[in-house]
């Protein structure tokens, strides 16, 4: 082994390293990266094991689900049930990208009107700045033109002074020459870095838009909250706003809606709950009134917040209507007990901005 291992001594004192020797030294170092790299891909091996059974679990359990819908729906005692379940899903789900395409209509509106008044204020505080350079730049250039006809004048003084008894005059002259010429330096470099300045502001890029105000994204949040409402009551004039919340937030066999007859006349209100839902039009004095008693209401847990508290956002009476039969018209809504913000109808918590 001595022998084996004596090139490393020879190594170590210098000694040349023989070709064999040097293949050697690689052989090991391959060897333990060889040993590392497979420590990795067994690692990595293992993971992916871990995860595809995982994987197989949650397929297992996707097809029981599939397994007991599909006896769920072939069962005609609860396949009616299992229908207006769905249906209900689908009515929340539109509901939800009604308020949606509300609340990104209203985000981008402000944001443009921002973006816009954010860009001509910067300009015209900008245009403020060079009017206020150019104007300090007038002066300056009028008081170094002033200070090179002072020393003009002084030079051709001193020219004129050319007799003998002149001279101790125009000593003094010279003297006050000096002054005269720093402050014509002076006044130069004034004008230099005002010149700068003016050249420093024109190439001073737009400052970045902050984002939408805290105001605004009050009003923004107190809109979507208002058009929220106003779902839940086209929804609850078929009686199916709480029906559409139960559904999401229950598995379909936990739910019953009667017979068949029952069933049926369930998924007639939910085909015009969702036409109603559609066709949301002509809303904006509606939409106002409601906003106007949030904005009376609503309060916030501090100044930075953009979301009001949902125990200040007191539910507003439903409009009445007449009685009708099941499954052809809107029935007569009760008052209005959801609180939109409290119990989150439509996903809207999903929806405001902060």
Not at 111 to 139: I, N
Not at 274 to 281: E, G, H, P
Not at 301 to 323: E, G, H, I, K, Q
Request: hydrophobic share 40%; glycine share 6%; aromatic share 6%.
């Amino acid at each position: 082994m001595i022998d084996k291992l004596s090139f490393l001594k020879g190594g170590a004192d210098g000694g040349a390293v023989s070709p064999d020797e040097e293949r050697l030294m690689q052989l090991f170092q391959n060897r333990a990266g060889l040993k590392k790299a497979y420590a990795d891909l067994k690692d990595e091996f293992h993971l992916l094991r871990d995860r595809l059974k995982q994987q197989e679990g949650a397929t297992i359990r996707v097809q029981e689900q599939l397994d007991a819908l599909g006896d769920l729906l072939g069962d005609p005692k609860t396949g009616f049930g299992a229908l207006v379940f769905f249906q209900l899903r689908t009515l929340w789900k539109t509901c939800h990208q009604q308020l949606s395409t509300f609340a990104a209509d209203l985000t981008r509106q402000q944001e443009a009107r921002e973006v816009a008044k954010h860009k001509t204020d910067a300009e015209t505080a900008k245009s403020a700045r060079l009017s206020d350079v150019d104007q300090r730049l007038q002066g300056a250039a009028g008081e170094a033109d002033l200070q090179r006809r002072h020393l003009a004048d002084a030079q051709s003084e001193i020219g004129r002074l050319t007799a003998f008894w002149h001279y101790f005059k125009r000593r003094r002259r010279q003297k006050s020459l000096e002054l005269l010429r720093s402050q014509v330096v002076a006044a130069d470099a004034a004008v230099g870095d005002l010149h700068a300045e003016r050249s420093a502001i024109e190439r001073e890029s737009a400052p970045e838009f902050p984002g939408i105000s805290l105001a605004a994204r009050r009003n923004i949040n107190l809109a979507i909250i208002s058009f929220a409402e106003l779902l839940c009551e086209s929804v609850d004039a078929y009686g199916l706003a709480a029906r559409a919340k139960e559904a999401v937030a229950r598995r379909v066999h936990e739910m019953s809606f009667g017979a068949r007859a029952e069933c049926e006349g369930y998924m007639q209100r939910v085909q015009q709950a969702q036409a109603a839902v559609a066709n949301q039009k002509q809303i904006t004095v509606a939409l106002k009134v409601k906003l106007d008693r949030l904005r009376a209401t609503c309060e916030y847990r501090n100044n930075a917040d953009t979301v009001p508290t949902a125990d200040s956002l007191a539910p507003a009476p439903a409009p009445a209507a007449a009685d009708a039969g099941l499954g052809t018209m809107a029935k007569p809504p009760a008052p209005a007990t959801w609180n939109v913000l409290a119990e989150d109808y439509w996903d809207l918590y999903t929806l405001l901005l902060r």
